[in-house]
T-cell receptor, first 113, second 109 residues
Framework: SQTIHQWPATLVQPVGSPLSLECTVE??????LYWYRQAAGRGLQLLFY??????ISSEVPQNLSASRPQDRQFILSSKKLLLSDSGFYLC????????????FGPGTRLTVT | DAKTTQPNSMESNEEEPVHLPCNHS???????IHWYRQLPSQGPEYVIH???SNVNNRMASLAIAEDRKSSTLILHRATLRDAAVYYC??????????FGTGTRLQVTL
């Protein structure tokens, strides 16, 4: 069966510090991968998605970036965090064919202080 | 993608049916209607999707209006575990979903 992992579960970082969140998927190959963010009391915002290694589509221009160095690994990064980067970060995967049925990881709660 | 409109919140008693409405008057012919739900402090969970015909699965039923301008997610017997935010999402052929703010469902004893 397929499993999606995210770490860390919680993170407190000062403004201006770098960020690296990792997501890995097991039990499937060539998945679509997604990064979402949910600010407090808000809906989910799609940040990036990837349909293959090295293929990244950015939905929201900001100080975040994403990379997919391996088939089942998706990394969200920032060089300098802003207060507005605080939120609940969720990674998700889907097959290419049933992209609408996305499976979400446990999330990382990021607080920028 | 076309926009959806959902009530901010709804309440239901346990073991009663719940009908969660969604309006999507600008839906295009290729847009599927997807429903997800998000339990507290968790990621969203896929519930059901459909195009024109009503759909049933183990979690819920989806009733789609004949003109496709509205749809209703039906939980046949609400339990406390069904308390969540329910999202109605329209998506066509693009490989991405756009979540709105959804309907917060409260289930009481």
């Amino acid at each position: 069966s397929q499993t999606i992992h995210q770490w860390p579960a919680t993170l407190v970082q000062p403004v201006g510090s770098p960020l690296s969140l990792e997501c890995t998927v097991e039990g499937t190959s060539n998945p679509n991968l997604y990064w979402y963010r949910q600010a407090a009391g808000r809906g989910l915002q799609l940040l990036f998605y990837s349909v293959g290694i090295g293929q990244i589509s950015s939905e929201v221009p900001q100080n975040l970036s994403a990379s997919r160095p391996q088939d089942r690994q998706f990394i969200l990064s920032s060089k300098k965090l802003l207060l507005s980067d605080s939120g609940f970060y969720l990674c998700a995967w889907s097959t290419g064919e049933t992209w609408y049925e996305q499976y979400f990881g446990p999330g990382t709660r990021l607080t920028v202080t | 993608d076309a926009k959806t409109t959902q009530p901010n919140s709804m309440e239901s008693n346990e073991e009663e049916p719940v009908h969660l409405p969604c309006n999507h008057s600008t839906i295009s012919g290729t847009d599927y209607i997807h429903w997800y739900r998000q339990l507290p402090s968790q990621g969203p969970e896929y519930v059901i999707h459909g195009l024109t015909s009503n759909v049933n699965n183990r979690m819920a039923s989806l009733a789609i209006a004949e003109d496709r301008k509205s749809s209703t997610l039906i939980l046949h017997r609400a339990t406390l575990r069904d308390a969540a935010v329910y999202y109605c999402i329209l998506a066509g052929t693009a490989s991405k979903l756009t979540f709105g703010t959804g309907t917060r469902l409260q289930v009481t004893l």
